[in-house]
């Protein structure tokens, strides 16, 4: 099976297993598991933040950065296909009371004066905007980078109005990786990042908060209230701290076979700038479904569209084989 659904499905390498295997562990509710402690401190360096908090997923990562900057009744901005909204179950309502308003992104691309036109200050009728969630890559967009220079922009806009930003950088690896954009360049414009393990870097479980100190105090009582205090969770640190040792500059292929992908498949190559390959067909379903029948797992994203995710576990015959698949279904 040649699955190209999400970047989600990698399992452990056998290094990653062994370092596992190996990891220091404690009890992390007490703050004592070594590895967990190291990990943290080590992302939170990477962004050039002073703190950082493991949680079980990037969905709770997310929230709990929502809630850090928006308290209830008030309002977060973020585009119509975010994670945030599209994929969380509305859990920033159904757990913060945090009211949420959409612009459209084409492409899931980030135009700051959209994002200007909404912002709306505190009066007696209305709801006052708190902060603004930008994705990165965004997912639905179909790996779509933010330049950095958009981001400074919003930054910028930001300051001016007062509002606090939110990044869902669940592959904002792959952004620094295809663009060589410094890690702490995005790090610096954003008062919270939500960031993953378990997508391009191959980890099985895992994502980060990675915030001020102040805020982090707060977060880790979120967590808790949420049931996402863990206990000897080094192990799964452990293999987080190997896929940011070994498996973040090999990102890069992931690009390079989708790019591979694309053109074999006539879609809009350029039109790919990570590892996320969507496009528009009749009739997406019936395509997956005979693309299973002929050993390629891919997703339906919308009844019209599909996407292809490269990841550690695709190498170039995969993905050879997954175009003349589908390049048959498609022609
Ligand atoms: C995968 C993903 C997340 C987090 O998903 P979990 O399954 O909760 O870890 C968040 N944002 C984006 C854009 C994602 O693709």
């Excluded at 970047?7 to 509710?29: F, I, K, L, N, Y």
């Excluded at 949420?226 to 940011?244: E, F, K, N, T």
Aim: with cysteine; charged share 20%.
């Amino acid at each position: 099976m040649i699955d190209l659904r999400s970047d989600t499905v990698t399992t452990p390498t056998d290094g990653m297993r062994q370092a596992m295997s190996r990891a220091e562990v404690g009890d992390d509710v007490y703050g004592e598991d070594p590895t967990i402690n190291a990990l943290e401190e080590e992302v939170a360096g990477l962004f050039g933040h002073e703190a950082a908090m493991f949680v079980p997923s990037g969905t709770m990562g997310n929230q709990i950065c929502l809630r850090l900057l928006v308290p209830p009744g008030e309002e977060l901005l973020c585009d119509s296909d975010a994670h945030v909204v599209t994929y969380e179950l509305g859990a920033a309502a159904a757990h913060g009371g945090i009211s949420t308003r959409t612009w459209l992104a084409a492409g899931g691309r980030l135009v700051v004066d959209d994002v200007r036109a909404m912002i709306r200050p505190a009066g007696y009728h209305t709801v006052a905007t708190r902060a603004v969630a930008v994705e990165n890559t965004h997912n639905r967009g179909g790996g779509t980078v933010q330049p950095i220079g958009t981001l400074r922009e919003l930054r910028a806009l930001a300051d001016e109005t007062g509002i606090d930003l939110h990044c869902d950088g669940a592959r904002i690896w792959n952004a620094s990786v295809a663009t060589g954009t410094p890690l702490p360049d995005y790090g610096r414009l954003f008062d919270t990042l939500s960031v993953c393990l378990s997508k391009g870097l191959g980890a099985p479980v895992g994502s980060l908060v990675v915030t001020s100190a102040a805020r982090l105090d707060r977060a880790r009582d979120m967590r808790k209230r949420l049931g996402g205090g863990m206990r000897q969770a080094g192990v799964l640190a452990a293999a987080g701290r190997y896929a940011l040792g070994h498996q973040l500059e090999r990102i890069a292929e992931d690009h390079a076979r989708a790019g591979r992908l694309a053109g074999l498949l006539e879609v809009d190559a350029a039109g790919v700038e990570t590892n996320i390959v969507s496009f528009d067909v009749d009739d997406a379903a019936t395509v997956a479904d005979k693309a299973l029948a002929d050993g390629v797992a891919v997703s339906v994203v919308a009844p019209r569209r599909m996407r292809l995710v490269t990841h550690l576990g695709i190498g170039d015959a995969d993905v050879e084989r997954a175009g003349a698949v589908l390049g048959q279904l498609l022609s």
